[in-house]
């Protein structure tokens, strides 16, 4: 119903940033909330920040003044822009979108912050 492929990940050192994109494609039903998650080794996926087809935005805490969640209507691809990076910031970054489908997921893409 809705492809999410994310991009944008790579190996940074600590104080580094990085844009990590989420594009969909094949789009059957309207998106209204695009969510970013993480997970790191041995850890749950948790949530990370999410923004809302009015724009409306949301930020975990430990990405509230670092990250920032965004998006292009005219691509159909949203953004996490991520600066002041920390080591434990390194996960798998996914994007998702929920759905009466049961919602979609990205294959991920993996963020390594080296100290």
């Known amino acids: 119903q809705v492809q999410l492929v994310e991009s944008g990940g790579g190996l940074v050192q600590a104080g580094g940033s990085l844009r990590l994109s989420c594009a969909a494609s094949r789009i059957m039903f309207r998106i209204n909330v695009i969510n970013w998650y993480r997970q790191a080794p041995g850890k749950q996926r948790e949530f990370v920040a999410a923004i809302t087809s009015d724009g409306s935005t949301n930020y975990a805490d430990s990405a509230k003044g670092r990250f920032t969640i965004s998006r292009d209507n005219a691509k159909n691809t949203w953004y996490l822009e991520m600066s002041s990076l920390k080591p434990e910031d390194t996960a798998v970054y996914y994007c998702?979108?929920?759905?009466?489908?049961?919602?979609?997921w990205g294959q991920g893409t993996q963020v390594t912050v080296s100290s």
């Open positions: 998702n979108t929920p759905g009466p489908w049961g919602g979609s």
